[in-house]
């Protein structure tokens, strides 16, 4: 467990050890350090994943926090894993992604020391086991994250981004409070040992703190309706940190979910069927609005949202089997849901940091102005190619695995004889399939309108070259693992079941079906695999001759690049499908006169949520307190009598109390 | 092993018969000769031979489809049941697999058609694209109640609905079937959702989406659309064909469905006209009704005494 310190230590410190140095070696001091802090993190998570021995160490910091217990046992230390990698591929691709802000940017140093800050917190977030300590390492990580958001804050847009994230933020952070403080009241200290003893006796009292705790985590992890920061935080972040922030940073959110989870032996049915509901709901959302996004970044954003509903549908059905008793259920849906988060944030931070190097050649997010980068970034576009069939589910790749994991629990979980049980999985399974096709058409059109094609403006003509090695390197690594995981599951599935037991609170189960099932499907996957491979080298060794001609276009041999499919024709058909669920604003100039000299057409499509939640909160809220301004008068002498006549309140009010 | 040969054979072979029969159908229904059944066999054949003409503004992308279509297509009917027995790989949940691996190749064949940068294609792809986000959920939904019943999560509780449902049986099956029935009408683009015949781009989905490949490339993604409409025929199979025949009797009985279905389709493409486009969706969105329908008679089934 010391390691573990020593780890985090050097990534506390790497940042201001970073900035000591020249501009030219800054970033790479930083990746080097951040590399030695991940092993040293990393060594004590591989020994409890392996060896299943937990780790614990107990620092006291009398008299302010008492006695702080951390611990790593297999939920902690896969969460160890997934942050230390993820982020040091973050760290290592900023190196190039940073080049050209290196002389621009004055704040680039703040930026440095943020960074490993945001990593350290976080994995001082996982492995704490005190609440009072939690919060505190919590809300250093929601502040580094603001920090690092607000990089580019000479834009508008960036810090209006950053304080609506910051605001939610701290929002969430009221319930996470409300539920912990449920639980210290009633155990008499912040340990978290303590909260699960009281909790296991007081099931009544355990699902309110999951209730409060569901939403203050789930407005980290995304959770539709909890989710509005997330489109708007992510693409105003530089792309690592937004690769940061979805793939790991939202986890935590998933993380307190589960570790409130395993706090208690079962949840009470009505919970697990709104966990299911709330996922099932947030899947459909989060892709529905990626569908109508034409910013890349925000269009990844609304597909964070999805895939925390997928983790979340495999976490409602290992509820489910919870509150039912099904413990063979409950495990295989929670080691779905937590494959997912590895695999969610392999595929999702390979994606954001193909679209940084898309960012830094072109210098637009718009896909709308793009096309035809795969013939000058090959190498980006095949890495986007794979990260966007991973995301899609599709075998072989390592998304389908964890989704193949979660329908495999919906569907034991049909022989729960029970009428609601039933309904609920079937519309589930329906809602999945519907969220997997329908993540097809938002990726075929993003890669097809990225990539593909020819360039449709000057941005999409400039890139000459591919980015740089130091990007390309950490994309070919997690696109790697995006096969490898495909390929051989059966691996992962025993190293997931160690954490989803910690979280149904039961011993490691034998799931023999499941195991088997892996071990089939590697065997296709590998066959499938090599089926492709053999055609592919039969095809091209043995091709015809091959004619270059135009693209056939029904005898009409002048089309140019404009007259391409677009992004939005492409999801057109769809999206008229589904007109309700949209506010719709179109900016329309007709063709006017004889011989129309402009005329444009452009359609942007709100967030239903923001146009109908959340705007009229934020207008009630400023009309109410405007009726205040009254009390800030400028003047010292009131405010003095402000805080007179507050200490006086006080003091009555403790007097009646005590 | 005679029946795993024959298996083989089939996934080789009758797509392509399927294919002639639905041609001389119609060629029937319009009072022509028609051409000879095996005529698409020859087609592929004749086709295997041909240069290639290919866009210049396409990519590696356009090339490797082609490839990634058929494999996918060959690899999915490892995991249905064909002719009178499981499925070779017969894994419990494994028509997820199944639907994946579907959904993988035409994830390759919806970008594979945008490569071309094509208008027509765009058009195309964006349509089949829409339409599978209707089919799936419906299909996923239908089998999942079908496997609830039975408590068996393979292909093989196809079977066995009319064993496990009592009186609702008969109903289950009309509606399992109707669903199966459109969903082929959908992804193997026959009227009235796509009209393979005809002559105008604008109207076309399927079509429309090939208009650029050729040769070779043309030929395997005519296969992979044929076997495509095999494999989910066959599960209209797994329904019907009663079990426990003797193994030549229901493999004569399989070709003799294959054969049946494929003669529906051209009559339904000789009798009726496509739908308008933009009431495409509405005959498609009967699918997810009946797929209601059906987890309706299981629940009721199962928990309605």
């Known amino acids: 467990m010391n390691i573990f310190f020593i780890g985090i230590l050097i990534f506390i410190l790497s940042g201001f050890i970073a900035s000591i140095f020249n501009k030219k070696n800054k970033v790479t001091v930083l990746a080097i350090l951040c590399f030695v802090g991940s092993l040293l993190c990393l060594k004590p998570a591989f020994n409890v994943l392996f060896d299943g021995q937990n780790l614990t160490a107990q620092y006291d910091f009398n008299p302010v926090f008492g006695t702080v217990n951390f611990a790593l046992d297999s939920l902690s230390a896969f969460f160890v894993l997934v942050i230390c990698v993820m982020s040091l591929m973050g760290v290592i691709y900023s190196k190039g992604y940073l080049k050209p802000y290196l002389d621009k940017v004055k704040n680039i140093n703040s930026h440095l020391i943020f960074l490993p800050l945001l990593i350290a917190s976080m994995l001082l977030v996982v492995s704490c086991q005190n609440a009072f300590a939690f919060l505190i390492f919590w809300e250093i990580m929601s502040l580094s994250s603001f920090f690092l958001v607000i990089f580019e804050n000479e834009k508008k847009e960036v810090l209006k981004a950053g304080i609506k994230y910051l605001v939610f933020m701290h929002i969430s952070v009221i319930f996470i409070i409300i539920a912990f403080a449920l639980c210290a009241i009633n155990a008499g200290g912040y340990d978290f040992n303590l909260f699960a003893q009281v909790l296991k006796e007081n099931s009544h009292l355990a699902n309110l703190v999951f209730a409060f705790a569901f939403i203050g985590f789930g407005t980290k992890a995304g959770f539709v309706p909890f989710h509005n920061w997330l489109p708007d935080a992510h693409p105003a972040a530089p792309s690592h940190v937004s690769a940061i922030m979805s793939g790991v940073m939202i986890k935590t959110g998933v993380y307190g979910i589960l570790r409130v989870l395993s706090f208690y032996a079962a949840p009470s049915k009505a919970l697990a069927f709104a966990v299911l509901i709330i996922s099932v709901i947030s899947a459909l959302y989060g892709v529905l609005y990626a569908i109508t996004q034409h910013d890349l970044k925000r269009l990844l954003a609304y597909h964070s949202i999805e895939n925390i509903g997928i983790i979340g549908i495999g976490a409602g059905v290992g509820m489910l089997g919870l509150a039912y008793g099904q413990m063979q259920i409950a495990l295989i849906g929670f080691a779905g849901a937590i494959l997912h988060i590895l695999n969610h944030s392999i595929f999702k931070e390979l994606l954001f940091l193909s679209a940084g190097s898309v960012y830094i050649k072109t210098h637009t997010r718009d896909i709308e102005i793009l096309g035809g980068l795969i013939k000058s970034m090959p190498f980006s576009a095949v890495l986007f190619l794979i990260g966007s069939v991973a995301i899609c589910a599709l075998p072989p790749f390592n998304g389908f695995i964890s989704e193949f994991l979660i329908y495999f629990s919906m569907l034991k979980g049909l022989a729960i004889k029970d009428f609601f049980v039933l309904v609920a999985l079937l519309f589930s399974i329906a809602g999945l399939a519907l969220v997997g096709t329908m993540a097809v058409l938002c990726f075929t059109k993003a890669f097809s309108i990225i990539f593909l094609g020819m360039p449709r403006s000057e941005n999409a003509q400039a890139p000459t070259s591919d980015s740089e090695k130091s990007m390309l390197l950490p994309m070919g690594f997690l696109a790697l693992l995006t096969i490898l995981i495909g390929v051989f599951p059966q691996y992962i599935f025993d190293i997931v079941l160690k954490p989803a037991s910690v979280v149904a609170n039961t011993s490691i189960m034998p799931v023999r079906t499941c195991a088997d099932l892996m071990q089939t499907i590697s065997l296709c996957a590998f066959g499938f695999i090599a089926f492709i491979l053999v055609l592919m080298v039969i095809k091209f060794k043995f091709s015809n001759k091959v004619i270059m001609h135009e693209t056939w276009g029904c005898g009409y041999d002048r089309a140019n690049n404009r007259m391409q499919y677009s992004a939005s024709s492409y999801a057109s058909p769809f999206l008229s499908m589904l007109k309700p669920l949209f506010k719709k604003i179109f900016d329309i100039e007709k063709p006017k006169q004889l011989f129309p000299k402009s005329a444009h057409f452009s359609l942007h499509i709100d967030d239903i949520e923001e146009a109908y939640v959340i705007n009229p909160l934020v207008k009630f809220d400023e009309w109410f307190l405007s009726k205040f301004e009254a009390m800030q008068s400028g003047n010292i002498q009131s405010y003095i009598k402000y805080g007179l006549i507050f200490l006086v309140l006080i003091i009555i009010g403790s007097l009646f109390i005590g | ?305």
């Not at chain 2, 119609?26 to 059944?37: L, V």
């Not at chain 2, 969903?183 to 650029?212: C, F, K, N, Q, Y």
């Open chain 2, 1 to 305: 092993m005679a029946i795993k040969i024959l298996n083989i054979l089939i996934v080789l072979f009758v797509p392509f018969l399927m294919l002639g029969i639905i041609k001389k159908t119609k060629a029937f229904w319009g009072g022509r000769y028609g051409a000879s059944i095996f005529q698409p066999l020859y087609d592929f054949v004749k086709l295997m031979k041909k240069d290639f003409v290919i866009s210049k503004t396409t990519s590696g992308v356009f090339r490797i489809t082609p490839v990634i279509v058929i494999a996918s297509a060959l690899f999915a009917a490892l995991f249905v049941p064909l002719a009178s027995s499981s499925a070779i790989i017969n894994i419990e949940a494994g028509f997820v697999v199944f639907a994946y691996v579907l959904s993988f190749s035409k994830f390759f064949s919806l970008i594979g058609a945008m490569d071309t940068g094509s208008s027509f294609e765009g058009m195309g792809a964006s349509r089949e694209a829409c339409f599978t986000t209707i089919v799936e959920p419906a299909f996923f939904m239908l089998l999942a109640s079908i496997m609830a019943l039975s408590g068996n999560y393979t292909f093989d509780a196809l079977g066995k609905i009319v064993e496990n449902s009592g009186g609702y049986g008969i109903l289950i099956c009309i509606f399992a079937l109707l669903v199966l029935f459109i969903m082929i009408l959908t992804e193997g683009s026959r009227v009235p959702v796509d009209d393979p015949a005809t002559h105008l781009e604008l109207t076309m989905i399927h079509e429309v989406m090939i208009l650029d490949n050729s040769a070779s490339d043309l030929a395997l993604i005519t296969w992979a659309s044929g076997i495509k409409m095999l494999l989910l025929s066959s599960l209209i199979a797994a329904i019907v064909i009663p079990q426990g025949l003797s193994m030549w009797a229901s493999a004569a009985a399989y070709l003799g469905l294959m054969f049946l279905i494929s003669v529906i389709i051209g009559t339904i493409e000789s009798a009726t006209a496509r739908i308008r486009m933009s009431h495409v969706f509405e005959f498609i969105f009967i699918m997810s009704s009946f797929a209601l329908i059906v987890l309706s008679l299981v629940a009721a089934r199962m928990f309605g005494g």
